[in-house]
């Protein structure tokens, strides 16, 4: 029986939406190596891409909820490819680890390899993109749209507030090489057309660094000068690099014109909001949070 859970961690929206996929496997417990003494555990996790704060964030809330529960963790980045993100599992495997993380670039690229953890008794959780259900204990999934609405919301809510009526292009910067986000950048969209109808969204542009939001939104300024909404599907890939060319390019005096508008809620984003400019919000899903429940969750 397949048990399907919706846990709410967000300070302002997102369901994560945790899936039970393998109630009724069983793992083997290592305790002993032989002398009667309890060996430690170890985790092994497989990071996203250490360069985004979102995930270094992430990743320190396995660690401290492992070692609450004297568990060690391996943590090694797969650097967005899903061929390096194979071998690093099957590392994990030879090595002999308890659990497996894994913030996963490709669920159908590790499809194989979470079958051999499996097999081994060892269980995964997946993060954000989902395995096949037949070889892991859990995949944990936002719902992306909800996520992209919400964004869109904010953005939306505060044109409408500050300039009803006028006719303001906006422009998002997205991964697009991310399969989720294919819906998150649709919610963003939705949402920000449906609070704000007399906006014009005029380019949906590729950025998955920030010093590509960074190229791009100087590119958008030249291309449209009158674009004056960054809508981006995170900070690390898209609003800090949005809100440094803005903040550098248009004078502080114009800065009431500008709006940036990301998700994650990493650390420099929410200095840079307190702080004032054009950064004006972004999306806290919790990645702390969720870094300690997948820890929980490997039921080490």
């Not at 793992?27 to 002993?32: F, G, I, L, P, S």
């Not at 949005?242 to 709006?259: Q, R, T």
Request: proline content about 3%; aromatic content about 8%; charged content about 25%.
């Amino acid at each position: 029986m397949k048990v399907r859970r919706k846990v709410s961690l967000i300070s302002i929206i997102v369901l994560l939406t945790t899936i039970f996929m393998a109630a009724g496997l069983v793992y083997a417990t290592k305790d002993d190596d032989g002398a009667g003494k309890a060996k430690q555990k170890t985790i092994g996790i497989s990071e996203y891409d250490s360069t985004y704060q979102f995930f270094v964030v992430l990743t320190g809330g396995s660690k401290d909820k492992a070692a609450e529960n004297n568990i060690a963790t391996n943590v090694q980045d797969a650097q967005i490819d899903a061929a390096k993100q194979v071998g690093i599992l099957e590392n994990f495997i030879t090595q002999g680890v308890d659990g497996i993380i894994v913030s996963t670039v490709d669920g159908e690229a590790l499809s194989e390899v979470a079958k051999k953890a499996h097999e081994a008794g060892i269980p995964i959780v997946s993060l954000f993109v989902p395995i096949d259900e037949d070889y892991v204990l859990s995949n944990v999934v936002v719902d992306e749209y909800k996520y992209g609405h919400t964004i869109g919301k904010m953005a939306g809510e505060w044109a409408q507030k500050n300039f009803p009526g006028e006719e303001i292009e906006a422009a998002i910067l997205s991964m697009h090489d991310y399969k989720p986000g294919i819906e998150r950048r649709r919610g963003e969209r939705e949402g920000f057309l449906e609070y704000f109808p007399t906006g014009k969204v005029i380019a949906d542009e590729h950025s998955n660094t920030t010093v590509m939001a960074m190229e791009k939104t100087e590119t958008l300024l030249q291309a449209h000068p009158d674009v004056r909404i960054f809508i981006c599907d995170s900070d690390d890939t898209g609003a800090l690099g949005a809100a440094e060319v803005l903040n550098a390019a248009i004078p502080k005096d114009e800065h009431y014109k500008y709006s940036v508008w990301g998700a994650d809620a990493v650390p420099e984003a929410l200095k840079q909001i307190k702080t004032g400019g054009v950064y004006r919000g972004t999306v806290d899903v919790a990645p702390y949070n969720i870094g300690a429940m997948a820890v929980s969750y490997t039921h080490l």
